[in-house]
Antibody, heavy 122, light 111 residues
Framework: QVQIQQWGAGLLKPSETLSLTCLVY????????WTWIRQPPGKEMEWIGE???????SYKVSLKSRLTISIDTSKNQLSLNLTSVTAADTAVYYC????????????????WGQGTTVTVSS | DIVMIQSPLSLPVTPGEPASISCRSS???????????LDWYLQKPGQSPQLLIY???HRASGVPDRFSGSGSGTDFTLRISRVQAEDVGIYYC????????FGGGTRVEIK
């Protein structure tokens, strides 16, 4: 059974870099996109970006200049880096498995990490 | 971006009774392949979201059959045939035909 464990710094100052990591165990990276989603307090969930096992990425347009999502298949890890954070980046960040890389086999985001609370405050 | 609107915002329910949640999108979610790219997720208190329904009406693995999804195009509904206490939480719809966007959520609570 695939599980995802997340970790990363929870308290940042404005202008610092947010770095989060997800460890995927019990399964393979291949066949899926791996997605980052965040949930700001009191606001809607927001898709941030995704990456597949080959390193192909897609980012939310408004974050593209600050965002890097990477993957290390040898460690079964994926990472998110968001530079120059502001209070608007305060949120619970999730990584999730899905969707499938096959356009004929869409099955949503079926495995989620436990979430990491990130607060940006001076 | 496609805007997703859910209603109601809050839904008090009686255990054993049915419940339904509506989700409307600002653009059609019906792909040329015939599938509607609409998911439903449930976030139970203190937990991460979990997938309930994908492609509008397909139950995810392990999801009880009291949950069902229907609709096409821009109007979708999640139904719970007989609500149980464990179903409380916030339900979200999400479109995946373009860059994913979520609805604002519907909080289901026991009366």
């Amino acid at each position: 059974q695939v599980q995802i464990q997340q970790w990363g710094a929870g308290l940042l100052k404005p202008s610092e870099t947010l770095s989060l990591t997800c460890l995927v165990y019990g399964g393979s990276f291949s066949g899926y996109y791996w997605t980052w989603i965040r949930q700001p307090p009191g606001k809607e969930m927001e898709w941030i970006g995704e990456i597949n096992h080959s390193g192909y990425t897609s980012y939310k347009v408004s974050l593209k200049s600050r965002l890097t999502i990477s993957i290390d298949t040898s460690k079964n890890q994926l990472s998110l880096n968001l530079t120059s954070v502001t209070a608007a980046d305060t949120a619970v960040y999730y990584c999730a498995r899905g969707p499938s890389t096959s356009s004929y086999d869409y099955r949503g985001m079926d495995v989620w990490g436990q979430g990491t609370t990130v607060t940006v405050s001076s | 971006d496609i805007v997703m609107i859910q209603s109601p915002l809050s839904l008090p329910v009686t255990p054993g009774e049915p419940a339904s949640i509506s989700c409307r999108s600002s653009q059609s979610l019906l792909h040329s392949n015939g599938h509607n790219y609409l998911d439903w997720y449930l976030q139970k208190p203190g937990q991460s979201p979990q997938l309930l329904i994908y492609l509008g009406s397909h139950r995810a693995s392990g999801v009880p059959d009291r949950f069902s999804g229907s609709g096409s195009g821009t109007d979708f509904t999640l139904r719970i045939s007989r609500v149980q206490a464990e179903d409380v939480g916030i339900y979200y719809c999400m479109q995946a035909i373009q860059t994913p966007t979520f609805g604002g959520g519907t909080r289901v609570e026991i009366k």
